[in-house]
């Protein structure tokens, strides 16, 4: 298609500026869309080359590959995401943010392409973006923690299994649901216990389920 574009005589010299305008953004789409159709390929466990880099423990090309825009949603044939396999492999704090921070980034590029950045927009569409982006963000990274591997564990019950306490208190300080279960029925609190974690971590736990239930209250009430 880029191919066709390109040929089909919108580049010509006797365009202009305009022209080279056009071809250099189509160069940049047809290397983007390539770019992007790689990462998505998967090998027979269902791994792409984000999940495969964590699972090797390659930060540094995690890194790069999030950054070119590699899906960490995306799950492997047990059901693991990139966070599920960053926490497993014992991969750092940092690029267990990062990988949450790289699917923020994912949902707002879908925004910014939604045509709701023209220049032109009026001051209370611009604030209508800024909070969809704000809400984008919040959404995004919510969506992430609540998927689930074929075990029925969420990054944060992953986290608390293999007992990765700091993990488990960076995910719920950005909204990890506590009473999530996995297939035994087992809620963070239960895994906390089993693994015989320290108190700090088991009262973090309840202290956001506490607040959890209490912003569902003011939901309820509003």
């Given at each position: 298609?880029?191919h066709?574009?390109?040929?089909s005589?919108?580049t010509?010299?006797?365009?202009?500026?305009?022209g080279?305008?056009?071809?250099?953004?189509?160069?940049?789409?047809a290397i983007?869309?390539?770019?992007?159709?790689?990462?998505?390929?998967?090998?027979?466990?269902g791994r792409?080359?984000?999940?495969?880099?964590?699972?090797?423990?390659?930060?540094?090309?995690?890194?790069?590959?999030?950054?070119?825009?590699?899906?960490?949603?995306?799950t492997?044939?047990?059901g693991?995401t990139?966070?599920?396999?960053a926490?497993?492999r014992?991969?750092?704090?940092?690029?267990?943010?990062?990988?949450?921070e790289?699917?923020?980034?994912?949902?707002?590029?879908?925004?910014?392409?939604?045509?709701?950045?023209?220049p032109?927009l009026?001051?209370?569409r611009?604030?209508?973006h800024?909070?969809?982006?704000?809400?984008?963000?919040?959404?995004?990274?919510?969506?992430l923690?609540?998927l689930r591997?074929?075990?029925?564990?969420?990054?944060?019950?992953?986290?608390?299994?293999?007992?990765?306490?700091?993990?488990?208190r960076?995910?719920?300080?950005?909204?990890?649901?506590?009473?999530?279960?996995?297939?035994?029925?087992?809620t963070?609190?239960?895994l906390?216990?089993?693994h015989?974690?320290?108190?700090?971590?088991?009262?973090?736990i309840?202290?956001?389920?506490g607040?959890?239930?209490?912003?569902?209250d003011?939901?309820?009430?509003q």
């Amino acid at each position: 298609c880029i191919h066709v574009l390109v040929h089909s005589g919108m580049t010509e010299p006797s365009l202009g500026f305009s022209g080279q305008l056009i071809h250099n953004g189509l160069d940049r789409y047809a290397i983007r869309y390539s770019t992007m159709k790689l990462l998505k390929l998967r090998n027979y466990k269902g791994r792409t080359a984000l999940t495969y880099a964590v699972f090797y423990r390659c930060e540094d090309i995690s890194r790069i590959l999030l950054d070119l825009g590699a899906d960490p949603t995306i799950t492997d044939i047990d059901g693991n995401t990139a966070l599920h396999l960053a926490i497993k492999r014992e991969l750092s704090g940092q690029i267990i943010i990062d990988i949450i921070e790289a699917t923020k980034a994912q949902r707002i590029h879908v925004l910014g392409h939604s045509g709701m950045t023209e220049p032109s927009l009026c001051l209370s569409r611009q604030q209508i973006h800024h909070d969809l982006d704000r809400y984008a963000k919040r959404d995004s990274t919510l969506e992430l923690l609540k998927l689930r591997n074929n075990n029925g564990r969420t990054a944060l019950s992953h986290a608390l299994y293999y007992r990765r306490k700091e993990i488990s208190r960076i995910l719920l300080d950005r909204g990890a649901d506590p009473t999530s279960t996995d297939i035994g029925g087992n809620t963070a609190l239960h895994l906390a216990i089993s693994h015989n974690l320290i108190l700090p971590t088991i009262f973090h736990i309840i202290d956001a389920a506490g607040m959890r239930s209490l912003r569902q209250d003011e939901i309820m009430e509003q």
